[in-house]
């Protein structure tokens, strides 16, 4: 079996990402960075966002596992001092791989007939560049509403307890094969409604996004913003592609979600 690692880049991750090298290769795992078939990510669920972008282009082939060397994270559930019966489960291959919905991003621009599709594991926002963003909402190719305030975010199920539940949004299971849009700060009064609550839609819906005015948006697909000028239409619907994570042991995702938001009894 080939793997790879990444690291937060702090000391202590990069202490045990030498660790974990050392262990899997001493146990005849051999380390490959361009084709791995597990790939060990050791920091907290931002550095797991950031090993799932370098390997976007050959999810089928790779399962995921996350050693946290801060707080508990949601894909970074090992802690470091169970290095050893992680690498030790590793060379037995003794993992069953889950798979997450993720969400295709596609942009379309009116300079031109080339579109930008995107995956997310947690979600894409979207910002206006300068003022209020007012965009038309379209689910699946009817209006739905004019959006005023200051962004809409659209997240996966494993990235609901993300961004998407700090604006209000609700926790999805990631079993569950959906999307969900979320508003932050709409402007709603006598003249300007939108609906308020956050929407969720199953995986053969679509959500498109259409600029009223402004043509430029600030957006995010995770940690990657970018501004894209000459916008069109965002397109948002449920990916065919999945994230796989390699798990060892039953850690529900409910627990996951008792023990970082409302207490933990790991005492990590
Ligand atoms: P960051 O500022 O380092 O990360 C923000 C926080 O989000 C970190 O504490 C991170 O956990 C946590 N996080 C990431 N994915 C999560 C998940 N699926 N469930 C629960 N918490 C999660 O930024 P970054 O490392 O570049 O990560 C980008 C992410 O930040 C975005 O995908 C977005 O979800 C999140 N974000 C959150 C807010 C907010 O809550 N107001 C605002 C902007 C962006 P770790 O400490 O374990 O890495």
Redesign the pocket.
């Known amino acids: 079996m080939k793997f790879a690692v990444q690291s937060r880049n702090d000391p202590q991750s990069n202490e045990i990402a030498n660790r974990a090298i050392s262990y899997l290769t001493d146990f005849g795992l051999t380390f490959d960075e361009e084709k791995p078939d597990i790939v060990l990510s050791i920091?907290?669920?931002?550095?797991?966002?950031h090993a799932f972008h370098r390997y976007t282009h050959m999810l089928a082939d790779v399962a995921f596992v996350g050693i946290?060397t801060?707080?508990l994270?949601?894909?970074?559930d090992w802690k470091p001092a169970d290095l050893e019966k992680l690498v030790i489960a590793i060379s037995k291959d003794e993992f069953r791989a889950i798979e997450y919905p993720l969400l295709e991003v596609t942009i379309n621009y009116q300079t031109s007939d080339e579109n930008f599709t995107y995956l997310a594991?947690?979600?894409s926002t979207v910002k206006s560049s300068e003022v209020t963003l007012v965009m038309d909402v379209e689910l699946n190719g009817r209006r739905f509403e004019r959006f005023r305030g200051d962004g809409l975010c659209v997240?996966t199920p494993?990235?609901s307890?993300?961004?998407?539940?700090?604006?209000g949004g609700a926790i999805l299971h990631p079993s569950l094969d959906a999307l969900q849009i979320t508003e932050m700060a709409s402007i709603n009064n006598r003249v300007f409604r939108t609906v308020g609550s956050s929407l969720i839609l199953p995986s053969h819906h679509s959500c498109v996004l259409k600029p009223v005015k402004a043509e430029d948006f600030m957006v995010?697909v995770?940690?990657v913003q970018l501004l894209h000028k000459n916008v069109k239409s965002i397109q948002y619907r449920v990916a065919k592609e999945k994230v796989r994570f390699a798990r060892f042991k039953a850690f529900p995702f409910w627990q996951r979600v008792h023990d970082?938001f409302i207490d933990s009894d790991l005492k990590d």
């Open positions: 920091g907290g669920d931002g550095t797991l966002l946290h801060g707080h994270g949601f894909y970074a594991l947690n979600e997240s494993s990235g307890t993300a961004y998407n539940k700090a604006l995010t995770d940690h970082s």
